[in-house]
């Protein structure tokens, strides 16, 4: 599927886009709020400051991701792999993390607050925790 046909879609009131590909597409500011993307190949996608509160991507791949300023809040990345993502100033408050691979993610400017971080891979090798926010997050 091509950017101009998922938003074509999306604007069509579709919201189930799990098992999509739309690896190293870009997307910047855009809206995408309640969309199942879960299992989807998003390897070096561009999500730049787009909105993205309570979507699943359970199981996505989103390896070099690049979600600068994304809204991930009460998102599911449960399992994602998030190897290399850049998710500075990223907000993640209250999203479910759970066995996600963080393996050389930068966090630099993140809310994490509230955040489940439980089971996370590679937390000890992201980038810039000591400058997120993550009061009340679980590990």
């Given at each position: ?79 994602a792999n998030l190897s290399r993502a850049n998710l500075s100033r ?39 925790l000591e400058n997120a926010l993550w009061d009340d997050s679980t590990?």
């Open positions: 599927m091509t950017v101009e046909e998922f938003l074509e879609c999306y604007a069509d009131g579709e919201r189930d886009f799990s098992r999509i590909n739309l690896i190293e597409s870009e997307f910047s500011e855009d809206e995408f709020c309640e969309v199942d993307l879960s299992w989807s190949n998003l390897m070096g996608v561009k999500l730049i400051e787009v909105d993205l509160t309570g979507t699943n991507l359970t199981g996505a791949n989103l390896t070099e991701a690049d979600l600068t300023g994304a809204d991930l809040c009460n998102i599911n990345l449960t399992g990223a907000n993640l408050r209250f999203s479910n993390l759970t066995g996600a691979n963080l393996t050389g993610a930068n966090f630099i400017g993140s809310d994490l607050h509230e955040a489940n971080l439980q089971q996370v891979i590679g937390l000890e090798t992201c980038k810039g590990i």
